[in-house]
């Protein structure tokens, strides 16, 4: 590359030498562009000036720093990487080591506070015993004690119920199925627990916030999904896409349980949406909930009728150490538990109380057999137990939320749910586990948790460690990158070196130029020069090129009817179409594409792992064409008959001529079309009507007396000026006149072999500075360019 400079700068002295040895005459032509070729040839850099600037920027001694210190660094992240693999696996097995000593099935039971002005006899019937006891006053005195992991009393927090919570959602992260469920009598704080409110969010948005946060401080990258469905009355429906709720509208997609290869559980169309972070999640939550299937009953005013199901799952390729690379947690609130003698429900009630009874007793037996290691496990007894198949076994973690109500009329209710929960555990924990073996087991999971923090701190430096160094990298990349842009800029402003040629090409200052040799605008988009900088990053497309109708990455989406907590949230397709009030549709034929063509829609449902996958659509919106930009359209403008006509009227002050002629601030790619569009509201029209009709052919001016002609000009000059510039377009028209008027004087005084010498002379001295320009690496346009 630098041999070819050396070479080029020895054809540009070549050139310089050759041109002023050939035009000797140069004094004598007097000619401005032979003297302004010659100021373009000197102010070229010299080849001493380049090399030494070259050195500067490029081999300098900092750069050669940079370059070590960059390595160095590279070095030591890697060290540091490894290192915080190394931690994670061994906190990932610490952690393990500490739930299965706590147990992979947990049970925790939460008494609901009273609400409503709810009163009660002398004795309350459940009352917490200690942190792990539930006291049930059956009488005055018969007591039974319900022992639990935790025990959650009715002035537990949110907070405190979450805290319980968070190990497993790094065990999700670990890559194990998680699966949280909330079960309980009707009315009891099931939905409260899971949903909680605005005030005190539940485990659903906690959780979802953890699992963002803890992928956002970990060192690997995951990708999120969010699903959502129910299962009412025994059927699975999937609550991001509305239900029918008319006669004619058409039935939602039917999702069925499949299991994978492996033995994981696949639910077929299920809608899963990417989400990216924690209010992208929660308005596809809150979208979801509020699909759900509720009514009120006895036993409580918005009832859910059935089991809500909620499912994030996570993809993380890049950490091979992990359980599974796609896992998922499910949080579950189940429907409540409920005597349908009690609560007197009848006909539909009657039937969805019936279905949730059956449900939950299936995931009792299930858990029940689990725990027992039975070689059935009675999975297919009911769709709650086939979906969560791959989230309660052996090797996923499972936390029961046992919730209980304070009032002695629940009692019997109370009791069941209570033995529900015994039911689980005692199998887990053996039915009476010796109080030593219980301290042993306590101390050791104390130890765990000591090592975990400990790892956990290790980790913590390192990832802090890692982060510096990576900020450290990144201004001394961004240093090396701005010394490569500033010789970047020294190259292309002396010497342009074109990516696929070993050409070298001369890029004349142009300021230097005088405007006839700058080639135009469409020669230099042909060419592939001008204005399309080659180092530069950003290269504009041209205007005209349209912009795709729908980008892949979600910004925003229209929602039709959406509540006001919803807008400006990125909702899925379904949400575009729920309109809420509005129920539609639910398969992909179905489903209101009429604001979406074809070719969108099957972009954003994509298949994956036989799940419908929809990448967060974004609909680009058309945007109205603006004030000035309307003045390109056809009907708004009139084209100026000759490009030399519309030169004149460019000759208009700047302020007029880059609003009304061009109609673009910043596209000089685009000047090229839109300098020949004059919009109508700057010409008149009838100025412009005797332009085109009334053209003057330039032969008759010959013909005619010099003061016709010169009339003749101005009048024509006159039609082409703006109407609105009046004061203006008199100076330039008096300018032109002049120039017009001294050009024919001086056409009558001088004889016609002085102007024949004169126009051999151009010829000449243009043939050698076509040589010479040339050599230098000038295309064809430019030569084109010069000749027009
Ligand atoms: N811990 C709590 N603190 C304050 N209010 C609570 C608590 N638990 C429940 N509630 C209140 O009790 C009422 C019933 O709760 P919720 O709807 O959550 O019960 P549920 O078990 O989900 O009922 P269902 O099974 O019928 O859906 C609600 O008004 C809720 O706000």
Excluded at 65 to 93: F, M, W, Y
Excluded at 200 to 224: M, W
Excluded at 280 to 308: D, E, F, M, P, V
Excluded at 399 to 416: A, F, G, Q
């Amino acid at each position: 590359m630098m041999m070819m400079m050396k070479n080029t700068k020895k054809s540009f002295r070549s050139l310089s030498e050759t041109i002023h040895s050939l035009l000797g005459f140069k004094n004598e032509t007097n000619s401005t562009w032979a003297n302004t070729v010659c100021d373009i040839i000197k102010s070229l850099p010299s080849t001493a000036d380049y090399e030494n600037d070259y050195d500067d920027s490029a081999h300098g001694h900092d750069h050669d720093l940079d370059e070590v210190i960059i390595s160095k660094i590279h070095g030591e992240l890697a060290i540091l990487n490894e290192e915080v693999c190394r931690l994670n696996a061994q906190r990932r097995q610490v952690l393990n080591e500490f739930l299965q000593l706590k147990g992979n099935i947990r049970v925790f039971c939460r008494i609901r506070p009273t609400v409503n002005g709810e009163k009660f006899s002398h004795q309350r019937p459940v009352v917490p015993a200690d942190s792990s006891g539930i006291l049930v006053n059956f009488s005055e005195k018969k007591r039974k004690l319900y022992n639990f992991d935790m025990v959650l009393h009715p002035g537990s927090t949110q907070d405190e119920v979450f805290s319980e919570i968070e190990p497993v959602i790094k065990s999700a992260l670990d890559g194990y199925n998680v699966c949280i469920l909330a079960y309980g009598q009707t009315g009891t704080g099931k939905t409260f627990t899971m949903e909680g409110n605005p005030d005190c969010p539940g485990v659903v948005p906690r959780t979802i916030e953890a699992l963002f946060k803890q992928a956002a401080d970990s060192n690997h990258t995951y990708l999120f999904s969010f699903s959502m469905l129910e299962i009412y009355l025994g059927q699975l429906k999937d609550l991001l896409i509305p239900h029918a709720r008319k006669a004619n509208d058409p039935m939602p997609t039917c999702l069925s349980i499949q299991t994978d290869p492996n033995g994981g559980i696949v639910i077929d169309n299920l809608v899963a949406i990417q989400v990216s972070n924690l209010n992208h999640a929660i308005s596809l939550y809150r979208l979801g909930s509020q699909l759900r299937s509720t009514a009120s009953t006895n036993s409580n005013k918005i009832s859910s009728r059935s089991h809500c199901m909620i499912r994030m799952s996570m993809t993380c390729s890049d950490a091979t150490e992990r359980r599974k690379i796609t896992n998922k947690i499910w949080m579950v609130d189940l429907g409540g538990s409920e005597r349908v003698l009690k609560t007197k429900a009848l006909g539909r009630r009657f039937e969805e109380g019936k279905a949730i009874n059956l449900s939950l007793s299936a995931l009792g037996d299930v858990i029940n057999a689990l725990q027992r290691k039975n070689s059935h496990i009675p999975y297919r007894n009911s769709k709650l137990t086939q979906v969560l198949k791959d989230s309660l076994g052996e090797d996923s973690k499972t936390l029961m939320l046992i919730h209980v109500s304070p009032k002695e009329e629940d009692l019997c209710e109370t009791v069941c749910s209570l033995n529900f929960a015994l039911r689980l555990r005692n199998i887990h924990l053996g039915k009476t586990e010796p109080n030593e073996a219980r301290v042993m087991r306590e101390e050791a999971m104390t130890n765990l948790q000591h090592e975990m923090q400990e790892i956990e701190n290790n980790r913590d430096r390192f990832m802090k460690e890692i982060k510096k160094l990576n900020q450290k990298l990144d201004s001394l990349t961004k240093t090396s990158a701005d010394s490569t842009e500033k010789l970047d800029g020294l190259l292309s402003s002396s010497l342009k070196v074109p990516q696929d040629s070993d050409k070298i090409t001369v890029t004349p200052q142009s300021s230097k130029i005088p405007r006839f040799m700058k080639p135009t605008i469409c020669s230099t988009r042909k060419s592939g020069t001008g204005n399309q900088n080659l180092y530069k990053k950003d290269i504009r497309p041209a205007r005209r090129k349209q912009l795709p109708l729908s980008r892949a990455e979600s910004v925003s989406f229209p929602l039709k009817n959406m509540t006001k907590s919803y807008l400006g949230s990125s909702i899925s397709r379904a949400s575009c179409l729920v309109g809420l009030n509005e129920i539609q549709t639910g398969t992909d034929d179905d489903i209101d594409f009429s604001s979406v063509n074809e070719s969108e829609a099957n972009h954003w449902v994509s298949l994956h792992e036989n799940k419908r996958v929809l990448s967060n659509p974004t609909r680009v919106k058309k945007s109205k064409p603006k004030e000035h930009m309307k003045l390109r359209k056809p009907a708004d403008v009139k084209f100026a008959g000759k490009e030399s006509r519309f030169e004149n009227i460019s000759t208009v002050p700047s302020t007029t001529s880059s609003k009304s002629i061009t109609g673009v601030d910043d596209s000089s790619t685009e000047c090229d079309i839109y300098c020949r569009i004059v919009p109508c509201d700057t010409i008149d029209d009838t100025c412009h009507q005797n332009d085109y009709d009334n053209e003057v052919d330039s032969t008759v001016i010959s013909q005619v007396s010099t003061q016709e002609a010169q009339n003749l000009e101005a009048c024509e000059l006159e039609n082409d000026l703006p109407a609105k510039f009046p004061s203006m377009d008199k100076i330039i028209l008096k300018d032109l006149t002049k120039n017009s008027s001294q050009k024919l004087e001086n056409e009558q005084t001088r004889g016609f072999s002085d102007i024949l010498k004169e126009n051999i002379l151009i010829m000449y001295n243009s043939v050698l500075l076509g040589l010479g320009l040339k050599s230098l690496g000038f295309d064809h346009d430019f030569f084109q360019a010069l000749m027009n």
